[in-house]
């Protein structure tokens, strides 16, 4: 019998979410459980034996399990990675202290960068030196590189990265260093800069290739632990992990390159949202992904999510573009705030009342979870609002303390701030999603695009519980909250499809390209991503060929997408064109000059799955009864409360009214309108 379950898991700051699909059994099974920040394997093997058990499937019949986490981004933010030391070519160890040689903000005085990965005396210079095309100026000094790698293993050294000038036309002497350490120190990690950014700028590529040795002892050791812990647990199936661009790739490609995962949780949020704006035929929608550390917006246009290739780790100020680490990474463009579900709020020294970025997490978690939280939360306000059933909270699992709560807001928000208790609980709620609002209004505007020509797709443990509140600051007229909407991110390691994104330098004018050249690049490209996506089995892997151009002397490069067939000079025109459109529809306008290609891309993926979201309603009365629930720009109001899962397609709701499901809950105003879809999503039309 073929084995058919394949089991999503995304581990947050606040809870480990899972969702298990066996399409034989027409079967979708959420699961949710605290994070165990101390192991987080810990709660996703519980959480999957529960689901497991819960639907009574053998741990044999699964057939694949898809990872996303955070541990990536919190092993750099915390700096507990392992210590590092940088070959680089004799004369240029200082390429990290030496950046960009620009202040990323020059009207603050007390500006400073992020620090380096690698500590300047862990930097070491080699002899040996390849001119900018390639060729061969003087032979790599091995005994220097023995030496200077023997001096960081004395150092302590648990990883080294190679970066040497010019590895992205020729990495020859780059092998060959690798080659050299894996006989001197067999167990020393090695990350070249040509395998994991094999594209022009140096920093750039430096900066990459320490951040992916910073991060890989400590991912293969947790990715081993969590292959094996499933094997243990009967679950003998391909683990495979959620990639930062939205695609997932193998256990053994993610141990070998787990720079690629910095943006794997939130990455999965944006690819479930362009899944249910394609199901529902919505051409631009807004992702709104609010769970209990984080909130997430990202743009989804013609059903998919806005792609970038560069990426700052790590910054020192969020909004400050350069004052983070540079990573060459295809992510999911989106842009992230410290706020979520957890996030603390208090008065600031002038009297503000200000909410996150530190957040509760899952331990000690808000005052609501009696685990030991002493600060209020976003939770806490929105249980104090009306907006949680103290008694429904997790289906029942988790009774949330409301007495606790109220003395908390009390004493923490209301009386420095000279507030009621439900004012306080407003308030946090008010500053929280104006937050979130500013964050969505950037994000937009950085596209030239307008919020209210957009659907807002929310969904998180706490992002459809401020949906209505968002959608009306940035005048949004459409809400979507899909069913499952808490696990929405683990439904997004279900359907995304497996990917590998490529890209390669070889700068020149569009005039000038050597086009046999590049077509042995694509070749070359495209056998490395069949040998990872499918070996043997070519025709399913699907391949969109891109070039990253700009005008002739400018520094920075937009994608343009490339024709398909073989390319020549006959294309020069037609590209020409598509650059200068491409430009137009960034930045408003073209320019007259010609255009120069620096990077060629190859993105390369498996079929998708198309997996419902929906379940069978089961049967009896929907409503839950009424409570008071507090509005933005209405104020307590009594609302119906609905149980989602017997609400039937094609039903028709009037606002005031509260929707709850086991993972998550919304409500929405008395000017809305609340339409069931065929999936028991529903779709929200807010009045004027």
């Known amino acids: 019998m073929s084995r058919t379950v394949r089991i999503g898991v995304d581990v947050g700051g606040t809870f480990t979410d899972l969702l298990l699909h066996d399409p034989a059994r027409g079967l979708t099974w959420p699961g949710k459980l605290p994070t165990t920040p101390h192991a987080p394997n810990e709660a996703i093997t519980a959480g999957i034996a529960r689901l497991l058990a819960e639907t009574g499937t053998p741990a044999g019949d699964v057939a694949g399990v898809v990872h996303g986490t955070t541990l990536v981004t919190n092993t750099l933010l915390e700096r507990t990675g392992a210590v590092v030391g940088l070959l680089a070519t004799h004369g240029f160890r200082d390429v990290l202290e030496m950046a960009r040689e620009i202040r990323f903000d020059t009207t603050d005085l007390l500006a400073r960068p992020a620090r380096p990965l690698v500590p300047r005396h862990l930097c070491r210079g080699v002899r040996g030196r390849l001119a900018a095309d390639g060729t061969e100026l003087a032979p790599l000094d091995e005994d220097d590189v023995l030496a200077q790698a023997g001096h960081l293993v004395e150092q302590g050294v648990e990883a080294v990265a190679v970066a040497l000038l010019h590895a992205h036309r020729d990495d020859r002497h780059e092998r060959r260093v690798r080659q050299l350490l894996a006989r001197a120190h067999p167990r020393l990690p090695v990350t070249l800069s040509n395998a994991v950014a094999p594209v022009i700028g140096e920093y750039e590529r430096a900066s990459t290739a320490c951040l992916n040795a910073y991060v890989q002892p400590l991912m293969t050791r947790y990715l081993d632990r969590l292959s094996n812990d499933l094997v243990a647990m009967g679950v003998d199936a391909p683990l495979r992990v959620m990639l930062s661009g939205g695609g997932v790739t193998t256990l053994a490609d993610a141990k070998e390159f787990p720079f690629r995962l910095l943006e794997s949780g939130p990455a999965a949020g944006t690819i479930a949202a362009a899944a249910v704006a394609r199901r529902l035929g919505e051409a631009d929608v807004l992702s709104s992904d609010m769970g209990g550390t984080t909130a997430k917006i990202a743009i989804v246009s013609g059903g998919g999510a806005r792609r970038r290739h560069d990426f700052e780790a790590g910054r020192v100020d969020k909004f400050k573009p350069g004052s983070g680490l540079p990573v060459r990474l295809t992510v999911v463009d989106m842009i992230e705030i410290g706020s979520g579900g957890g996030s603390i709020a208090a008065p600031d020294p002038l009297g503000l009342l200000k909410v996150g970025p530190r957040s509760a997490g899952s331990v000690p978690g808000p005052v609501a979870y009696g685990r030991g939280g002493e600060r209020p939360t976003v939770t806490d306000a929105d249980l104090v609002l009306g907006h949680l059933d103290p008694a429904a ?175 020549g000079p006959a294309d020069i025109g037609r590209l020409q064109d598509a650059f200068a459109e491409t430009y137009r529809a960034t930045f408003g306008r073209s320019l007259d000059g010609p255009a120069e290609v620096v990077d060629w891309r190859l993105s390369a993926q498996l079929p998708g799955h198309d997996i419902p979201l929906g379940c069978e309603p089961v049967a009896g009365d929907p409503r839950r009864g009424v409570r008071d629930v507090w509005f933005a720009g209405h104020g307590r109001l009594e609302a119906t409360v609905w149980d989602r899962y017997r609400l039937r397609p094609g039903t028709e709701i009037a606002g005031p009214a509260v929707f709850e499901e086991r993972e998550s809950s919304c409500g929405f105003g008395p000017e809305c309108r609340i339409r069931v879809d065929r999936d028991l999503t529903l779709i929200v039309d807010i009045g004027r």
């Open 393 to 567: 909270f997790l289906g029942g699992e988790m009774r949330l303390r409301t007495a606790e709560v109220h003395k908390a807001l009390d004493r923490e928000v209301a009386e420095p701030l000279g507030l009621d208790t439900v004012g306080a609980a407003a308030g946090v709620v008010e500053v929280a999603t104006a937050g979130m609002a500013a964050a969505a209004r950037m994000h937009l505007s950085e596209q030239g695009r307008d919020p209210a020509g957009f659907a807002l797709v929310a969904f998180g443990g706490a992002g459809p519980v401020h949906a209505y509140g968002l959608a009306k600051q940035l005048k949004i007229r459409r809400i979507v909250v899909p069913m499952r909407a808490g696990v929405m991110s683990a439904y997004g390691f279900l359907v995304a499809p497996a990917t590998v994104d490529l890209a390669r330098s070889l700068p020149s004018a569009l005039t000038e390209v050597d086009w046999e050249r590049v077509a042995a690049l694509y070749a070359e490209m495209a056998a490395r991503a069949t040998e990872v996506l499918a070996p043997g089995a070519t025709d399913e892997v699907r391949m969109r060929r891109s070039a990253d151009l700009r005008y002739l002397g400018q520094g920075f490069e937009i994608e343009v997408e490339l024709p398909e067939g073989d390319l």
